[in-house]
């Protein structure tokens, strides 16, 4: 016989006459290994044989060296928070007191060491959505009932709440227990009053718990009686599982449907804007209707073919000349030589209004599909699913069981959660809420906006459940630490040796992907908020274009506007009386009285803040801070600063106060000259490009649809006409290219592959070259190998040559190419990174290039 447990790493002990043992009834335990049997010594002298399958053992994971050391870190750290109980006690810090029995069930366990915690997984396969839903939405509700622990990230606008709702109807289905915490009260307090609503009538099974006031609340408000409408709920026939199943099913092509409309509606959009400005550039074309019908992949197709015949030859030959005159009608009526440089841009004008075309009629289609399939009649049917569910559990008894203080209810915790299974709490009370987290684990716990949230208070709340949705977004607003404490915690930090994720810098979302990376993550992508152009510059900008826009472009001309003031340093203490004057003389004029009445002022210091309310009365103006979580119609941001600073410039403020505004935008600026690299340059260069203001310069905007689509076609071509041997080097720059800007840090930047040097050279100032390079710069077979730009503003930020070393040496007629491509490059202004097949460090010297559009440095 041996020991095989020490009694303080357990927390209770059920023996298989279900009675529970808590540790301190205990004096002894001991294993027979022969016979698996347990022999537990009671403090009454008394000992009883148990098999191993019928007790329920629970260890305190903290026995773990490194669980240990997290922990104590992280109590460490509790002592700068700033929260205090109503005793002016530090919270965490008390919280984290008590809870020095981790239970090794608890999604903590995990969190403090990933190799031993132990996983839990809930395996929920039928789903419901009563609240509604959308493809990325599905797909995160399903990850999160599949998985101990996943990550939402929850773009503005794309139904965050809407998730959790759904998440926890799920929940409710298979009698499961949920705690749903969060820094701020109000995306709780969203949660439960969609719950509460009529439409919903969720409310009595949920109770706000945390602090003593919420507690005191809720014993005030206990109802006697179960609502009368659960009898209605218990009458209603749910549907059956499979035939629900099977409605859910066709969702998902519904779903599908819908994301294409958005991306067709956002390419359309994007083809508006580029054909305008291609319009604008076309010099010479052939008159040609026999084009517009065919479609845009064999136009596309038979571009590549010319650009790389013309490339290749200079001149096209009697069957080409042939092929283009009757096929295509390219040409002259009694000519039958074409010309090269007039087919190729003939063929790239008729491209647009046949895209454009095509994508019509591909909308039509798939609004037939939608228009055809009801979604709510699915949601409805859900709920009456959920609902009956719900009667069949609460309706067996008319009379409520009454909880008569707040030691009933935490000593009590299967009880309460039985008749209360959605809890709802801060964050930082979430330990206190019902039980210990120690003998009672809820199911689930749900955190919202755990972007605010620091590591010791998300992992406080870690510490109560068994599976976690983590729900937030890196690009809003972070948790905010101070900066003499910032710089105490890091030099404590660097004293413990323990993984970067457990930082105390880091917000709680920052920490769980690093400490636990291969946790599944879900981007809600679909957008409902803003007006198109308003989220696009937050799409591209700081979601890496990921976000499929729902909302819809009416055409409207006054969506964004930029105004910048005269130069001059009117900013003094953080307050900017010209600025002021700009909102009130010439951007609120233009405004109704009704948008006025939904309009707000942001600017990132209270200051200027104060002063607009002072002298606009009855405006609501507030910080970035104060404005997370809302929306208003109409957003004015004042910049405030002579130069833009890192701290108005910040990006995950700057997307938080751009996507307040759902139908118009206007932002103000000093006139002043401002860094080329920050966010707000690049809006304003962005509001510039879509109202089609954008001031002359030597080098064009980017066409990006048509060269994006340019790209992929060529290496097709390349392919299926075996010519890839001969572009091993391209291949691979752009394999390279591709990896470097799917990194987040670079995602705003994009690439195109051979793109004509014509269409990179303003054609206002083409005529300013040299005859020489003018002549060369014409040629439609004269083309930059790769073309990198912003994917916001469409501007070309610079070039990249791939040389081939026997390709490109001295005294071929490629040689003599690149000295006229470096010539034109430098008379525009513009960098040409020539990347040799013999040189090494590629990668290091394209991000080098990318850092100084970040404003990076050594």
Known sequence: MNNSESLHDIIFVTDKYGRRNKTGDIEKLQYDSRKDVYYI??????????????????????????????????????????????????????????????????????????????????????????????????????????????????????????TILNIIANLLMHDKTVLIVSNNNDATRNVYEKLASDKYGLGFICAFHGKRENIENFLKSQQQFYPEYLKDWKNKLPVLSPLLDEDIKHLGKYFEANERISTIKSELAALEIESKYFDN???????????????????MDLLQKIQFTYEEKEKFGFFMNLKLKLSFGLGEKGNWTVNPDKAIETIKATYYPLKKKE?????????????????????????????????????????????????????NPASFASEYPVILSTTFSSRGTIGQGTEFLFDYVIMDEASQVDVVTGALALSCAKNAVIVGDKMQ???????????????LFEQTKLPAGYNYINSFLASLEQVLPDTPQTLLREHYRCHPKIINFCNQQFYGGKLLIMTEDKGETDVLEAIKTTPGNFCKDHYNQRQIDVIKEEILPKYTKEEIANLGIIAPYNNQTDAIRSQIPGIDAATVHKYQGREKDNIIISTVDNEITSFADDANMLNVAISRAKKKLAVVLSGNEQPENSNLVALLKYIQYNNFSVEESKVNSIFDFFYTKDTEAKFKYLKVANKISKYDSENAMNTLLTNIFEEPKYSKFS??????????????????LPEELSTFANRSWAHVDFTVFNRVTKEILFGIEVDGYNYHKKGTKQAERDLKKNAIFEQIGLPLLRLSTKGSGEENKIKAQLDTYLGVTE
């Open 281 to 299: 550039s076309i010099t010479d074309i052939y008159s040609n209707k026999k084009l517009l019908k065919k479609s845009s992949d064999v136009l």
């Open 41 to 162: 010594t009671y403090k009454d002298g008394k000992t009883y044989p148990c098999r191993s399958a019928d007790l329920q053992i629970i260890k305190n994971c903290l026995k773990d060296k490194q669980s240990a050391t997290v922990f104590d870190y992280l109590l460490q750290m509790a002592q700068f928070s700033d929260i205090k109980n109503d005793e002016g006690q530090n919270l965490l810090v008390k919280n984290l007191e008590k809870s020095k029995f981790v239970n090794e069930y608890s999604v903590l366990a995990r969190y403090l060491n990933p190799k031993k915690g132990k996983e839990e997984k809930s395996k929920i396969q039928s789903l419901i959505f009563p609240f509604g839903c959308n493809n990325s939405q599905f797909k995160a509700v399903s990850t999160a009932l599949n998985n101990q622990v996943s990550i939402i990230q929850g773009p503005p606008g794309t139904g965050k709440t809407q």
């Open 477 to 491: 607003l972070p948790n905010v630490i101070e900066e003499q404490k910032r710089q105490v915690v890091q030099e």
């Open 751 to 768: 690439f195109v592959f051979e793109m004509p040097l014509k269409d990179v050279v303003n054609k206002n100032y083409m005529r300013e």
């Open 359 to 411: 994508l019509e009629n591909e909308l039509n289609e798939k609004e037939s599909i939608v228009k055809g399939f009801n979604p709510n009649d699915v949601y409805e049917k859900c709920l009456t699913t959920l609902r009956s569910e719900v009667a069949k559990k609460y309706s067996k008894k008319a009379e409520r069981i009454q909880f008569k203080d707040g030691k009933e209810i935490y000593f």
